[in-house]
């Protein structure tokens, strides 16, 4: 007797495909709706505009170092044209609407996995049970190769920024689930104790004293699951995703050298302002959980 795992698997995914027709088909709808309508509101303002928006929100959440490195990094993924001296001059690699999709993007599957991971997190952190049962799906969703990903995803959801959104919210939610069970267990169990001799609901104790004491742990969760949303663009791109992952794919498959690299540094600079934006909000949560403790 032979044990056919691939066979299976591939023969689930068909199953699927042929009794679930109508729920994916929601799902797409779903997706779709919520990537378009993110997408027109990112592009809404030209891109001069929308450079000086994203640099005065990295100078009020994170620094002004920050603020200025979002000026020139986003500044360069523009594109600008001026003439000077009866010369005409360019600036800019011209990927701003490509960087924008590649946001939309970002944050849709970030958005879902943080719907997803957070409640899952909490009720990991609460049920023991639970914890047990998810961990070891956990561990098999990181380390199964994100490539894998794209199969199932191309066969239900067709080709497209759709099956790119599920792929990166496979892949990125389990930092999400493991760090807000981690800060709800992290709650010294004489907090606890204190919250309960007042009389707290098991209700107002979550709400009003484990997840506040736990939002540092939790925001380095959904810190880690946006960069590993950011890490999937080149792979969604493979699929037909729209954004900066499509000149690296172009650069690669067609030796586009400098195409390429221009996508590749687009990626970079987009992963370090929502990193430094991330962190900046973890911290200044950080410290305010310190301040609710000392008082």
Do not use: H
């Not at 810190?223 to 995703?241: C, E, F, R």
């Not at 949560?285 to 609710?292: F, L, R, V, Y």
């Amino acid at each position: 007797m032979e044990l056919n795992i691939g066979g299976a698997f591939a023969s689930l995914i068909e199953w699927l495909q042929n009794n679930l027709g109508p729920l994916f088909d929601f799902i797409t709808t779903v997706i779709s709706t919520t990537t378009d309508g993110l997408e027109e509101v990112l592009l809404f303002l030209p891109p001069w505009a929308m450079v000086l928006l994203l640099t005065a929100l990295a100078w009020w959440i994170a620094s002004r170092g920050v603020a200025l490195f979002t000026f020139f990094g986003m500044g360069l993924l523009t594109e600008a044209e001026f003439a000077l001296f009866g010369m005409e001059f360019a600036l800019g690699m011209g990927y701003w609407e490509a960087t924008m999709q590649t946001l939309t993007l970002i944050l849709t599957a970030s958005l879902f996995s943080l719907l997803v991971g957070i409640p899952l997190g909490i009720w990991a952190a609460k049920t023991e049970t639970v914890d047990q049962i998810v961990r070891p799906i956990l561990d098999f969703m990181q380390t199964m190769p994100s490539f894998v990903y794209l199969i199932p995803a191309v066969v239900l959801f067709g080709l497209g920024t759709v099956p790119g959104v599920i792929a990166t919210f496979i892949f990125a939610t389990p930092p999400c689930v493991r760090l807000t069970n981690l800060g709800i267990r992290q709650v010294s169990e004489e907090t606890i104790e204190a919250a309960k001799s007042f009389g707290s609901t098991p209700t107002q104790l979550l709400f009003k004293v484990e997840l506040p004491m736990a939002l540092p742990t939790i925001l380095a969760g959904v810190n880690q699951t946006v960069l590993l949303a950011l890490s999937m663009v080149v792979v969604a791109a493979l699929i037909g995703s729209s954004g900066l992952g499509q000149p690296v794919v172009q650069g690669l498959t067609q030796l586009q050298i400098g195409r390429g690299f221009e996508g590749g540094l687009g990626i970079v600079i987009l992963a370090i302002f929502l990193d430094r934006i991330t962190q900046a909000v973890g911290e200044k949560a950080g410290s305010t959980a310190e301040a609710g403790q000392a008082a």
